[in-house]
């Protein structure tokens, strides 16, 4: 079954290290993108990608950083200047360049730091 | 700058009542999507309706109905008879033309059904 697979589900981090969120899709969508929930904000976008080798800041960036060299993957990895790192994490994917979106939603990872 | 608002931050009910979860909106473009999610505690998001700015016409499926008013920006969800298995967060999420691809999310509303 096609869809999208975050791992791990729970992560904890020690201060001041790095830690990377892995994404897996094979549903052939050329865009994914990665969210951060914390309570009561709803889900804010970290970064996005439309194309292999190319991605963009969302909101809140600072303290992120992307890689897509592949079109089936989008690791998101938390560096140390990352203030408040401890969140929920989802990673999303979709088509483009068609008429009606539609996403597909990882399961999430639990980051916390420790 | 596309915002959505979920006014409501949590709503607690007890099971068989009818329960309406506002959403507004606010985008530049003429082309976009609405959507509504639900977040059950597992944490997957799951998917409940997409609709088009051009549809305006009101959906129901099941106990669920959507009301898509254009002159409010409001895209409100509707829960009649509500069980215990719809409690959950909600999302209220705009996709569009000219940001078209990243979706901008509301704040969710924590539902709580009581039997």
């Known amino acids: 079954d096609g869809g999208i697979t975050q791992s791990p589900k729970y992560l904890f981090r020690k201060e001041g290290q790095n830690v990377t969120l892995s994404c897996e899709q094979n549903?052939?969508?050329?865009?994914m993108y990665w969210y951060r929930q914390d309570p009561g904000q709803g889900l804010r976008l970290i970064y996005y990608s439309q194309i292999v080798n190319d991605f963009q800041k969302g909101d809140i960036a600072e303290g992120y950083s992307v890689s897509r060299e592949k079109k089936e993957s989008f690791p998101l990895t938390v560096t140390s200047a990352q203030k408040n790192p401890t969140a929920f994490y989802l990673c999303?994917?979709?088509?483009?360049?068609?008429?009606?979106?539609?996403?597909?939603f990882g399961s999430g990872t639990r980051l916390t730091v420790v | 700058a596309q915002k959505v608002t979920q006014a409501q931050t949590e709503i607690s009910v007890v099971e068989k009542e009818d329960v309406t979860l506002d959403c507004v909106y606010e985008?530049?473009?003429?082309?976009?999507?609405l959507f509504w999610y639900k977040q059950p505690p597992s944490g997957e998001l799951v998917f409940l309706i997409r609709r088009n700015s051009f549809d305006e016409q009101n959906e129901i499926s099941g106990r669920y109905s959507w009301n898509f008013q254009k002159s409010t920006s409001s895209f409100n969800f509707t829960i009649t008879a509500s069980q215990v298995v719809d409690s959950a967060v909600y999302f209220c999420a705009l996709s569009g033309g000219t940001s078209y691809g990243k979706l901008t999310f509301g704040q969710g509303t924590i539902l709580t059904v009581h039997p």
């Open positions: 999303a994917s979709s088509l483009l360049g068609v008429g009606v979106p539609g996403y597909t």
């Open positions: 549903l052939n969508h050329d865009a």
């Open positions: 985008t530049r473009d003429t082309t976009y999507y």
